[in-house]
Structures are given as structure tokens and as C-alpha cells.
């Protein structure tokens, strides 16, 4: 299994060895990957946008975390990292409606706090109840979750660093609750979501607000 020997170029703050393959490269696959990487760089790094190069990435204080606010809603569409406009909050679904949830992330400190967008199944943790009852993940991403907690950080992209200006609220992208859960029956549904601002799981987690829609047929 290949392993790095060094950092990744974000210097990211992990004890583990970040696993970038388990198989040979070919050529082709080598020089696509490079491609998208600088192209990567030049859409992350540009001069009006929210995102730095991992690089200049280098953890998030105690203090810093404590001072970023999260809120969730309930969606019917999916919203992105640059999503502007207003989301509107959507709280009763048919059973075949996929359910999205918007995650806002708000710095309420005096001074910019740089936190790091990689990967759900490293960062998130939704807790969902239906009908009081907690459901737990699908077995697959189950399996990610655990293999994240145990210390494996699996590097598929650059991580993106996102600028959290003093309370400016920044959108990240959007979690598919049929992603983590499969087919929601119909119930009455709560759900809160845990998040660390570190690239890979951390155990450094803030929590949402709790929210709750319900499910209809």
C-alpha cells in the first residue's frame, strides 16, 4: 500500500499517513491527475474567491472553533460553496423526494479563520431520528466513517482551504441524506449534524442546531 512520506502540500495536520493508492498508476492516469490538480489550483486560488491553496493551511486554534457558528436546513435541492441566493427551507417530502441539508458555517471572531473543505465522510456526522428512533448509517458508509475515525485520511483531490471572514455566512456544499441513510419511510424525522474544520477526522467536532421535516407518502 503506498503511503507519503512527507505532507501533503497542505501541510495537513494529521498524525496518520494519508493513503493516496492502493494500485499501480498508468501513465494516462498520472497526467490526468496532475491536469486536474493545476487546474484545481488556478480555480481555488483565484483573486475573488473564498479558497486558498491547501498550503497556506495550518490548523484550526481551540479558539477558532469555539467561534464558528454552524446551521442546517432541510432542502429539496442541492446547494453548493458558492450558492448566493437564498435556500428555501423545505420541511415535508414525498418518500421518493431526495432530502438535502445546507450547512452554513458563520465566524463570529473579530479576525478571518481559515478552515479547511475536504470531504464529508471525513468532516460530517448527521445524527437523524425517525419517530424518536436513531438510524444508523449504510453499511458502506459506515465503513467510511470508521475507517476515517480509526486515523486513515484518503487524499482524492487537493483539499480546499475556504477564508471565513468576520461574519460573513459561507455555504459549504450540501449533504444527501439518502447518501448516509438510503430511503427515508415515512416518519417524522430530527436531525442535527456534528462537523470539525480540520481536513481529515480529528475528533474535534462543533454541532449544529437540531432541525426536523417529515416524511410523507
Known sequence: MARVSGR???????????????????????V?????????L????????PFTFAQQFTGVSPEQR???????SSNGTPSYAFTRK?????????WSEPVYVSIVMTNTAT???RVC????????????????????????VTGAVRHADNGTCEVTMPPHIVDLKPNVPFRIPAIKLQDWYGPLRRG?????????FSCCADGQWNSTNTISFDITP
Request: proline share 7%.
Open 8 to 30: 501533503w502540500p497542505g501541510q495537513l495536520r494529521r498524525s496518520t499517513p494519508l493513503i493516496v493508492s492502493e494500485q499501480p498508476m498508468s501513465k494516462r492516469s498520472i
Open 32 to 40: 490526468n491527475l496532475i491536469t486536474a490538480g493545476l487546474i484545481g
Open 42 to 49: 488556478v480555480i481555488v486560488s483565484g483573486p475573488d474567491s
Open 66 to 72: 469555539r467561534a464558528i457558528q454552524l446551521s442546517i
Open 86 to 94: 437564498p435556500i428555501s427551507v423545505q420541511s415535508t417530502f414525498k
Open 111 to 113: 479576525e478571518l479563520v
Open 117 to 140: 473543505e475536504f470531504s464529508e465522510y471525513q468532516q460530517d456526522r448527521p445524527q437523524l431520528t425517525r419517530d424518536g428512533e436513531v438510524l444508523g448509517y449504510l453499511e458502506n
Open 188 to 196: 417524522h424525522y430530527t436531525l442535527s449534524l456534528k462537523r470539525t
